[in-house]
């Protein structure tokens, strides 16, 4: 059964990056069905994609946040990172990793399962 | 960047069917974009209810349904029961943003 485990510093100063790390277990990231993703919950609102990685490295993200996002992987680990800098308040939200499935039926659609726990980041000085 | 309205709360009775709507527009479900529902129970990750419109993952009881028409998609939930009251989000893609999009979210709340 695949888990999803985010991991990370709880609290971020502004101006500075934020990192954290998705550990993958019960199957393997390098699968080539798959690919994987960041999405974030501010406290009482809604869910927001950030971005999605392929085991090659090839990343895509949300465009409004495209410039101050970086997702990375690493096969060896099994696991996949997040960063985002220059945070602000703004910035503070529960992060998810989540694996990206597609089905391809007279088109391709994507949908998150299974997710990991979350992990709360507060960006406050 | 919420593109999908849902109703902020929806209630029931006991063994009651309720609905839950996701209206978006031309540039995602319009455009032939799949709707998929996540279930969030309180203090929890999102859980994949329906995916690709109306497919249930197996786990999911058949009292969860999805449907889809025009630029609009539902959420059904027949027989109601305690269990079932968490918040509730529909994500599909949006081809004029380039993005994968929530719903604004619906707390489903059992009397």
């Known amino acids: 059964q695949l888990q999803l485990q985010e991991s990370g510093p709880g609290l971020v100063k502004p101006s500075e990056t934020l990192s954290l790390t998705c550990n993958v277990s019960?199957?393997?990231?390098?699968?080539?069905?798959?690919?994987w993703g960041w999405i974030r919950q501010p406290p009482g609102k809604g869910l927001e994609w950030i971005g999605s990685?392929?085991?090659?490295?090839?990343?895509y993200y949300n465009p409004s946040l495209k410039s101050r996002v970086t997702i990375s992987v690493d096969t060896s680990k099994n696991q996949f990172s997040l960063k985002v800098s220059s945070v602000t308040a703004a910035d503070t939200a529960v992060y998810y990793c989540?694996?990206?499935?597609?089905?391809?039926?007279?088109?391709?659609?994507?949908?998150?399962?299974?997710w990991g726990q979350g992990t709360l980041v507060t960006v406050s000085s | 960047q919420s593109v999908l309205t849902q109703p902020p709360s929806v209630s029931g009775a006991p063994g009651q069917r309720v609905t839950i709507s996701c209206t978006g527009s031309s540039s995602n479900i319009g455009a032939g974009s799949d709707v998929h529902w996540y279930q969030q129970l309180p203090g929890t990750a999102p859980k994949l209810l329906i995916y690709g419109n109306s497919n249930r993952p197996s786990g999911v009881p058949d009292r969860f349904s999805g449907s889809e028409s025009g630029t609009s998609a539902s959420l059904a939930i027949s027989g109601l029961q305690a269990e079932d009251e968490a918040d509730y989000y529909c994500q599909s893609y949006d081809s004029s943003l380039s993005v994968y999009v929530f719903g604004t979210g619906t707390k489903v709340t059992v009397l």
């Open positions: 989540a694996r990206r499935k597609s089905r391809i039926v007279g088109g391709t659609t994507n949908w998150f399962d299974p």
């Open positions: 019960g199957g393997s990231i390098s699968s080539s069905t798959y690919y």
């Open positions: 990685i392929y085991y090659s490295g090839s990343a």
